[in-house]
C-alpha cells in the first residue's frame, strides 16, 4: 500500500512539473512537422487557458518612411483590451492619419447621397470598440457619432487595429492589416497547410525555434519564419522573426535580411501566464521601406475573473459629452444620444431616418475609403 502511493505521489509531482505537456503528446521520434503540431496545439491550449482578462497599456510608435520625413510618425500609444469568450473590447490611442474635419466636403442636395471628401492631417487618433456576442460599437475619434450595430454584420475588425492579446507574439502587421485571428494564423501554421518546408530546432530543453521556409523560384527568394516557444512555460511564444535571402545564398547566415519582428516578454497571473511587454518591429530595407517600432506594457487588472457586462459595450466608452450614439442593430436607425444642435443640418440630419441613413453610410464610407487608402500607401511602401 505504501509503495503505491509513493508512486502515486510521483506521478503527481511529475504532472505537475511538466504541466505544459500536459494535454498534448510528443512525438516518440525526431518527426519536425508532427513537433510543430504538437507546438501549435499548446500554443491553442495556452490561448484557450486564458479565457477572460482586461488590462490597460501604455507604449510608443515610432515610425519612419524612406525619403519622406514629412510622412514620419511619432508619440505615445495608450489603451484598453478585454476579453471574456466571444466579448471582446478593445481601445487605442496612437500618434496617426486622422481626417481634418475642416475640409470635410457634404453634398448640397439634401434629396442625393454624394460622396464626402476630406484631407487627411497627422495627429493623435482614438479607436474604441466593443462586441458583446449580440451588438457592436464603434467609435474613431474623427467620428461625430458611436455606430452600434449587430455583431454578425461585422466579421471583419481591421478597421479596429484589433489584437488579441491573448497571443500577440503571432499578430505582425500584416495580420494586422488583413484582420487576421489567432485561429487563422494558428491555421496557416499547420504543417498539413503551410506551402512551406518546416523544421525544428532546440536550443535547449525548453527553448525551441520553429522554422517555415518558403522558396520562390519565380523572384529567386527564400523567405522563412521562426517562432520561438519556451514550451515549459505553457507553450508561450516569445518571438517570431521573418526574414529573406536570395535562392543563392541560403546557407549564408549574414544574408538573411530581417523583415519584422515580434518579441513578448510574459508572467504568471493567476496561474496563467499573460502577456506584460510586447513589441512589433518592421524592418527599412529591401523588402520595405518603412521602419516600424511599436512597444507597449500591459498592465492587467484581471485574470480569469468575471467582468462587468457594460466593458463589452458603448456605455464604458470615454468619448467627448458633444459625441453622439446611434443604433441600427434592429434595421432602423434609432438615436440614443442625437447630434448637437449646433452642428449644420446635413450633419445632424434628425429631419427623417432617409436622411439619417444617408449621413450614417456617408460616415461609414468615408471610414473605409481613408482605411483603403492608408492600406494600399502601407503596401505601397513595403513593396
Known amino acids: 500500500m505504501r509503495y503505491l502511493l509513493l508512486n502515486l505521489l510521483l506521478i503527481i509531482f511529475i504532472t505537475n512539473v511538466q504541466t505544459s505537456f500536459a494535454q498534448n503528446v510528443l512525438p516518440e521520434q525526431d518527426d519536425d512537422a508532427a513537433e510543430i503540431e504538437f507546438c501549435l496545439s499548446g500554443i491553442r491550449e495556452h490561448c484557450q487557458s486564458l479565457k477572460s482578462g482586461l488590462a490597460t497599456y501604455q507604449g ?17 500609444v495608450s489603451g484598453t483590451l478585454a476579453f471574456d469568450g ?3 473590447r478593445f481601445d487605442v490611442t ?59 454584420s461585422f466579421p471583419d475588425r481591421r478597421v479596429t487595429e484589433y489584437i488579441d492579446y491573448r497571443c500577440p507574439t503571432l499578430i505582425d502587421i500584416y495580420s494586422v492589416n488583413m484582420g487576421y485571428s489567432l485561429d487563422q494564423i494558428l491555421d496557416k501554421l499547420d504543417p498539413d497547410h503551410a506551402l512551406s518546408v518546416v523544421s525544428v530546432e532546440k536550443k535547449s530543453e525548453s527553448i525551441w525555434d520553429l522554422i517555415w521556409t518558403y522558396t520562390d523560384t519565380e ?28 535562392l543563392k545564398n541560403v546557407k549564408d547566415d549574414s544574408s538573411w535580411i530581417p523583415e519584422w519582428e515580434n518579441t513578448t516578454t510574459w508572467k504568471k497571473e493567476s496561474e496563467v501566464w499573460v502577456p506584460v511587454h510586447v513589441e512589433r518591429k518592421l524592418f527599412m530595407g529591401p523588402y520595405s521601406g518603412t521602419n516600424e517600432v511599436f512597444t507597449v506594457d500591459l498592465e492587467w487588472q484581471s485574470v480569469n475573473e468575471p467582468l462587468s457586462d457594460d466593458v463589452f459595450t458603448y456605455a464604458d466608452f470615454d468619448v467627448p459629452d458633444n459625441i453622439a450614439i446611434q443604433d441600427t442593430s434592429s434595421g432602423e436607425a434609432v438615436w440614443i444620444k442625437p447630434l448637437p444642435a449646433n452642428l449644420p443640418q446635413p450633419e445632424r440630419g434628425l429631419s427623417s431616418n432617409s436622411t439619417t441613413m444617408a449621413i450614417l453610410i456617408g460616415l461609414n464610407l468615408l471610414v473605409l475609403l481613408l482605411i483603403g487608402i492608408w492600406y494600399l500607401r502601407k503596401r505601397m511602401l513595403h513593396a
Do not use: Y
Not at 112 to 135: E, I, R, W
Open 60 to 76: 510608443s510608435l515610432n515610425m519612419e518612411v524612406r525619403g519622406e520625413p514629412e510622412n514620419n510618425l511619432s508619440g505615445a
Open 86 to 88: 466571444t466579448r471582446v
Open 94 to 152: 496612437r500618434p496617426g492619419w486622422t481626417v481634418n474635419s475642416k475640409t470635410i466636403e457634404h453634398p448640397t442636395d439634401d434629396h442625393t447621397v454624394g460622396n464626402a471628401t476630406a484631407k487627411m492631417k497627422q495627429g493623435t487618433l482614438t479607436k474604441m470598440f466593443s462586441d458583446n456576442g449580440s451588438k457592436i460599437a464603434i467609435w474613431q475619434s474623427f467620428q461625430p457619432l458611436i455606430v452600434i450595430g449587430k455583431a454578425s
Open 219 to 246: 523572384h529567386d527568394e527564400v523567405t522563412r519564419w521562426i517562432l520561438t516557444v519556451d514550451v515549459q512555460k505553457d507553450f508561450s511564444p516569445t518571438k517570431f522573426l521573418c526574414e529573406s535571402t536570395r
